[in-house]
């Protein structure tokens, strides 16, 4: 029972603080900022495609997304041809899920630009996300076929790799993301999930543990590597673990109730 209240109270704790920490941290201030001088240069150079990008990236990030959409509109009027503009549209439609929206504009960036790898991988993502993973999957190889330097595009392509149950193969393109951008926090973490479902555990952890020193917030590497350490009976280890995932990402429940779990085992 006393296990029990501990493990509540540092959730409440938890929950608390970051309640506290994000009535600060995520301020708008330096984007608006931004966008008043964005606003004056664009008085000056009306025509000027390049300004109505930089300015529709700014509202998007402040959240009017429909003045960001009449940005990139104005910019296609100056630039019909500039494939940035709807690789910039399709990513913008994509985080507002308008995926049917977002794959139209990737489709004419790459018609636009048939070596435009980042579109590629855009759209790659997008039919990924909409179950087509052989779809995902020819873009990914084209992203990478156009440039096989590409990090991210061997990343995702593990990523579907995953989901079709072809581990190893998964294994490789983290591998090889990894050797191309050490710095690829991603790249360990999906290769630590993947060895997971290998019950590779030692090797999940080395790598979770590695995205973890390339990211301390990582919350997701914290909750899967607590889930790891439970595998392996390292209970303690564990709770650590899942406390950090929760402190980082409070609205993580799934981490939330495998710490409650873990209190019959966890040692006062």
């Known amino acids: 029972m006393k296990k029990k209240k501990l493990i509540l109270l540092i959730l409440f704790v938890l929950l608390f603080n970051s309640l506290t920490v994000a009535a600060y941290e995520h301020s708008d201030y330096e984007l608006i900022k931004k966008l008043r001088k964005c606003n004056k240069k664009i008085d000056r150079n009306p025509e000027d495609a390049k300004l109505y990008i930089q300015r529709g990236y700014l509202n998007f990030m402040i959240g009017n997304y429909s003045d ?107 591998t090889k993301a990894i050797k191309l951008d050490k710095y690829a926090s991603d790249a360990y973490y999906n290769r630590g999930l993947t060895y997971c479902k290998l019950k590779k555990y030692d090797e999940a952890i080395s790598d979770y543990t590695l995205a973890i020193d390339l990211d301390a917030f990582y919350g997701l590497a914290y909750y899967h590597r607590g889930l790891t350490y439970i595998e392996q009976k390292q209970y303690e280890k564990a709770r650590c673990d899942l406390i950090k995932a929760i402190e980082i990402q409070p609205q993580n429940k799934l981490a939330k109730e495998k710490l409650v779990e873990l209190q019959d085992y966890v040692v006062e």
């Open 68 to 174: 960001a959409l009449s940005d990139y509109d104005e910019a296609k009027k100056y630039e019909p041809n500039n494939y940035n503009i709807y690789y910039n549209i399709g990513r913008m439609q994509f985080m507002l899920k308008n995926y049917d929206n977002s794959l139209e504009n990737y489709t004419k960036a790459i018609n636009i630009h048939k070596k435009d790898a980042k579109s590629y991988i855009g759209r790659g993502l997008v039919k990924e996300t909409c179950g087509n993973l052989q779809g995902a999957l020819e873009d990914y190889n084209k992203a990478i076929k156009i440039d096989k330097n590409y990090a991210q595009a061997y990343i995702n392509r593990g990523v579907v790799k995953d989901k079709n149950k072809d581990y190893n193969g998964a294994i490789e393109d983290y």
